[in-house]
C-alpha cells in the first residue's frame, strides 16, 4: 500500500510543536508496550506451536514497531533501536532521510489495519493463558499506538495549518487591494484601443478624417 505523504491534509512540519508533547510522550510508550507484548506473543506463539500461524501478523507488528522507532529517533529510550535498525534492515530507509513525524500517518494507518484483522482473526485465541494475555496485551497496544499517534498527528496538523496561513499573510494566496471607499471589488478593466494597420482584431471603424481606429 502506497500512502501519498504529499497530498494535502498530510504535510507535517519537520518538528512536533509543544502542544503534541503530552500525546507524544504516550505514543513513546504505547510504542514500548508494542516491543514487549509483541516479543511476549512471539515467544509463546513459538512456544504452544503456532508460529507458523502469527508469521504474517508478527511481521506486520515488527513493521510498526520499526516505524515508531524512526518517529522517535530522537529518543533517548529508542535511539538504540533506531541506530540499529538504520544500519541494518532500514538503512535505505535511513538514508533516504526517512523518519520523524513524516512515518506518523503511515504508523496509524498499520496499527489500525493490524488491530482490525488481530480482533476478526485471532479473538478466539485469547483467554487466561500465556499467549492469550500476551495477545491482549498487543492489541490493547496497537488500540493506544492509533489513538495516541492520530492524537499527535491531528495537533501536527494544526499546526502546520496555522503556520501556512500565517505565511500567508492571514488571509490566503488571492485577494484584491481595496479602491476607494474600501471596496474590494476588483478594478473594472478599461477598453484598449489601437491602431489598426492592416492586420488588427475587431471591428474597424473609419472616421471622417481618415483615421483608422478599432476598439477591442
Known amino acids: 500500500m502506497v500512502i501519498p505523504m504529499s497530498a494535502p491534509g498530510l504535510q507535517l512540519p519537520p518538528e512536533p510543536p509543544a502542544e503534541a508533547a503530552a500525546s507524544l510522550g504516550k505514543l513513546k510508550w504505547s510504542v514500548v508496550s508494542l516491543i514487549i507484548f509483541g516479543a511476549l506473543r512471539f515467544l509463546f506463539a513459538a512456544t504452544f506451536g503456532i508460529l507458523n500461524l502469527e508469521f ?51 504508523f496509524v494507518v498499520c496499527n489500525g489495519l493490524n488491530l482490525f484483522f488481530d480482533v476478526i482473526s485471532k479473538s478466539s485465541l485469547l483467554g487466561f493463558h500465556a499467549y492469550g494475555i500476551a495477545l491482549l496485551g498487543n492489541l490493547v497496544s496497537e488500540g493506544a499506538a492509533v489513538y495516541y499517534g492520530w492524537t499527535v498527528f491531528k495537533v501536527c496538523q494544526a499546526s502546520a495549518d496555522q503556520t501556512s496561513y500565517e505565511m500567508e499573510g492571514g488571509g490566503g494566496g488571492g485577494y484584491f487591494q481595496t479602491g476607494e471607499g474600501g471596496s474590494t471589488r476588483p478594478p473594472a478593466r478599461a477598453p484598449a484601443i489601437g491602431v489598426a494597420g492592416g492586420a488588427g482584431v475587431g471591428a474597424a471603424a473609419a472616421g471622417p478624417g481618415g483615421g483608422n481606429f478599432s476598439v477591442f
Do not use: H, W
Open 56 to 106: 504474517m501478523s508478527l511481521l506486520n507488528v515488527f513493521l510498526c514497531i520499526a516505524m515508531g522507532a524512526f518517529i522517535l529517533k530522537e529518543d533517548k529510550d529508542l535511539k538504540k533501536l533506531y541506530d540499529c535498525l538504520s544500519t541494518t534492515i532500514f538503512q535505505m530507509c535511513a538514508q533516504r532521510g526517512m523518519g520523524g513525524l513524516q512515518c506518523l500517518f503511515p
